[in-house]
């Protein structure tokens, strides 16, 4: 750190907050890693995001180095930046600034490169980085690969990472071990773990012939869990609907698509489609294929075949197997539409 980056840390000490960023922002843009950092942990909340993505920029191309990691995180969350961030991931792997492998692969996860962000993420693990055994662990839960995961989020926890203790017991959950997915959730309870509301609330759901609880225990974790984190709510409306209350797993299933959750919009339309919304059913079903959904579009298919509409469920067959629905259901919506125009052609001819 430079002298005058160390005086302005004293300026904004003895209350000369003002003077101290100012010299602090002068620092920076003269490649001062480290006054960087200490503007970035003076940011606030209504500071403009594209401002300290240049000075930091700036810090950067200055011979800054220690801000490189830093600058492509900022960069990844911007609209239109990921070509960017990805020069300064690289930048800060040629240094190995502590950090880079994990939040390289998260990045590389984000942008659908699974095989390269999987061998980031590995790497690091192999380093004994507690996120990124965590994020891997993570990554193969969502995969349905519920043995890797247990085995990341095991070495997650042993390693300190307590945001894995949740996972660890929802991945115990899908395995069928009741007693250790109980034996993790009363831990990430205990400690008050991030997502330890929703274990808790699915593991409920899960055995609820095995534990001594109502059903308003259950609706009460996940009231908890929404509260939590947004990424509750589909979870919620799922049991909602297990439950019969189909309005009420409308509303939740709403808020989960505002949380961003793609796999809501089938839901959703299932779920009108029930209630004879059919219209509003149509609509997330569009909406689940704008997302990039494929077992939206080949609901959508069969949706409109049963809405008498065969003109339209060519189009959207194409566009099913274009986002990469099954190879096997997709010939199955070809038969299904040309058994349905034979159909109609006997009927015509009688």
Not at 203 to 222: A, C, M, N, T, Y
Request: glycine letters at 6%; a negative charge.
């Amino acid at each position: 750190m430079t002298i005058k980056a160390r005086w302005a840390e004293l300026l904004i000490k003895g209350g000369a907050e003002e003077r101290g960023i100012s010299l602090l922002k002068e620092s920076a843009r003269s490649g001062d890693s480290h006054a960087a950092l200490a503007l970035l942990d003076l940011v606030q909340e209504d500071d403009k995001q594209e401002d300290i993505v240049q000075l930091l920029r700036e810090c950067a191309q200055k011979g800054g180095t220690g801000v490189f990691l830093e600058l492509a995180d900022l960069l990844s969350e911007s609209p239109g930046s990921a070509g960017e961030a990805e020069e300064w991931y690289k930048e800060a792997l040629k240094i190995n600034l502590p950090g880079t492998l994990n939040n390289y692969g998260c990045f590389l996860l984000d942008q659908e490169r699974t095989e390269e962000a999987e061998k980031m993420l590995r790497a690091a693990a192999e380093e004994g980085d507690a996120l990124a055994l965590g994020n891997l662990g993570k990554h193969y839960f969502d995969l349905d690969n519920y043995t890797d995961a247990l085995t990341y989020l095991t070495k997650a926890s042993e390693n300190g990472n307590s945001r894995a203790t949740a996972y660890l017991a929802r991945t115990h959950m899908e395995l069928g071990n009741q007693a250790e997915a109980d034996r993790w959730v009363t831990i990430s309870l205990a400690q008050d773990h991030a997502g330890a509301h929703l274990a808790h609330a699915l593991f409920l759901s899960r055995f609820p012939d095995q534990v001594e609880h109502k059903k308003e225990s259950i609706e009460g974790e996940f009231k908890a869990a929404v509260e939590e984190s947004p990424e509750a709510h589909f979870y919620y409306a799922n049991w909602l609907n297990s439950m019969g209350r189909k309005l009420d797993a409308v509303t939740e299933y709403q808020k989960s698509i505002a949380a961003g959750e793609e796999n809501a919009y089938l839901n959703i339309a299932i779920t009108l489609d029930d209630l004879g919304s059919k219209e509003e059913a149509e609509h997330y079903l569009r909406k689940g294929v704008e997302s990039g959904d494929p077992t939206s579009a080949a609901s959508l298919a069969r949706f409109l075949a049963d809405e008498d509409r065969l003109d339209e469920v060519p189009a959207v067959i194409r566009e099913a197997d274009r986002l990469g629905c099954p190879a096997v259901e997709v010939a199955e919506l070809w038969i299904m539409h040309q058994n349905m125009i034979d159909e109609d052609d006997d009927e015509e001819i009688d």
